[in-house]
């Protein structure tokens, strides 16, 4: 079961929640305390169900290891099919010639998904007839698969035409917002991949006394957290101090974080908080009440969008 606040959003498509629902079910509260290095980040941004071949799909579902993860599902290499825990190529796995679980004798191999003699022409790799020019788990030589992602041509292995390769596959760079303009570089909350750049969306005309400060008023102040003479995490959000508190001023729970960076909101610690996505200590705000409505949501994510301005 999905996080009340979380599920919503989860069936509005947005990936980057995708990610954290997943941190979430992962343990994400072990991912944070642990992982001191990566404190001031999304230190779960390692697991997304979508493409995390440790994670695929769910929690925990490991894919095999020649295997990459594509829409929550394994699949392996193209010439190979899936036989239990592994990716085997049925013309050659002596375990595996023909169809899963046949299995040669131990004199002889497997060839053309047959059990036979010899190879013939085909290189002999541990009782395997393979073809080391096109063999993505013997690519150019016995055992040398290539790595997630990649297929094997003349020898060599590489990605498919307008992809690179990184950790977990062969990725469009443009566009995947898991690895946007470089391998590892997720984008955030609100954002998605255009062009090799994160990119957030605006949604509708939003100023900061119009639209942020009164959700600020009705659901902080009172009493609840962030008023007072002394608010909690040195965060006033009272009108006239809200703007000057949030705006490029560092978190308190992640020093290297800004509460407020203008024109990210995936790199937004508020935003964070608000959503439960990389948190580094706490809870999720509010933190008495219910979670923010989406239209409130989309109107701060907005304003931070298009520069969080003082207007």
């Not at 995390?52 to 099919?81: F, H, K, L, M, Y």
Request: hydrophobic fraction near 30%; include cysteine; proline fraction near 6%.
């Amino acid at each position: 079961m999905w996080p009340s606040h979380i599920d919503g959003m989860r069936r509005r498509g947005s990936i980057a929640l995708l990610t954290t629902a997943a941190c979430l079910l992962c343990g994400v509260a072990s991912c944070m305390e642990t992982d001191a290095a990566r404190s001031d980040s999304n230190a779960c941004a390692d697991i997304d169900l979508n493409i995390d071949p440790r994670n695929c799909g769910t929690c925990g579902n490991e894919c095999p290891s020649a295997a990459t993860c594509t829409g929550g599902v394994c699949q392996c290499p193209g010439g190979t099919e899936r036989c239990g825990a592994a990716c085997a190529e049925l013309t050659s796995d002596p375990a595996n010639c023909g169809a899963c679980g046949n299995v040669c004798s131990p004199t002889g191999v497997c060839f053309a998904g047959q059990c036979a003699e010899n190879c013939q022409t085909f290189t002999l790799c541990d009782q395997a007839c393979v073809d080391l020019q096109a063999s993505p788990l013997h690519c150019g030589a016995c055992n040398k698969a290539c790595p997630r992602g990649q297929s094997c041509s003349g020898g060599v292995c590489a990605c498919p035409l307008g992809t690179s390769a990184c950790e977990t596959g062969c990725f469009d760079l443009s566009r995947e917002p898991s690895n946007c303009g470089a391998c590892g570089v997720r984008c955030g909350f609100a954002e998605t991949c255009v062009g090799g750049a994160c990119t957030c969306t605006v949604s509708g005309e939003v100023s900061f006394a119009g639209h942020v400060q009164p959700i600020f008023t009705a659901t902080c102040l009172g009493g609840r957290c962030h008023d007072g003479v002394r608010p909690q995490a040195g965060l006033s959000l009272e009108l006239g101090e809200a703007y000057a508190d949030l705006v490029g001023v560092s978190a308190t729970q992640c020093s290297a974080r800004k509460r407020v960076t203008p024109g990210r909101p995936g790199q937004s610690y508020l935003v964070d908080k608000l959503t439960g996505v990389g948190m580094c200590s706490g809870e999720v705000m509010p933190k008495a009440d219910a979670p923010l409505p989406q239209a409130e949501l989309d109107a701060l994510t907005s304003w931070i969008c298009t520069g969080a301005p003082d207007n």
